[in-house]
């Protein structure tokens, strides 16, 4: 027997079933979503020689356990440049007990 690719064509699979793998691919495919990371942005602004300012924003998903109360930024020419001035971290009015 001659070597043969390995490609699905040549399984011998019916339509129908083929059909079905596909449609078990694609359902599978719409399971897949972030936990709670939703949007976000880095910003900087250039505040004199070779300073700057970066703000880290991101829109979480506030009810998701996985929640990360920093992020690091890392320079490209430095070895490990982890910096974490401040943090502000903003909850919805529903989230603050008593608010």
Same mark, same amino acid.
């Given at each position: 027997m001659p070597?043969?690719?390995f490609l699905p064509a040549?399984?011998?699979?019916?339509p129908f079933l083929r059909g079905i793998v596909l449609a078990m691919l694609g359902l599978w495919a719409l399971?897949?979503?972030?936990?709670?990371n939703r949007a976000g942005e880095?910003?900087?602004?250039?505040?004199?020689?070779?300073?700057?300012? %970066? %703000?880290i924003t991101t829109?979480?998903? /506030? /009810?998701?356990?996985?929640d990360r109360p920093f992020l690091y930024l890392r320079w490209v020419d430095e070895?490990?440049? %982890?910096? $974490?001035? /401040? $943090?502000?971290?903003? $909850?919805?009015?529903a989230a603050i007990p008593g608010g």
């Open positions: 070597n043969q690719p040549q399984w011998g699979m019916q399971a897949a979503h972030a936990t709670h880095i910003t900087y602004t250039h505040v004199a020689g070779f300073t700057y300012e %970066v %703000v829109y979480t998903k /506030s /009810s998701a356990p996985a070895p490990a440049g %982890v910096v $974490l001035d /401040s $943090l502000a971290r903003e $909850l919805p009015v």
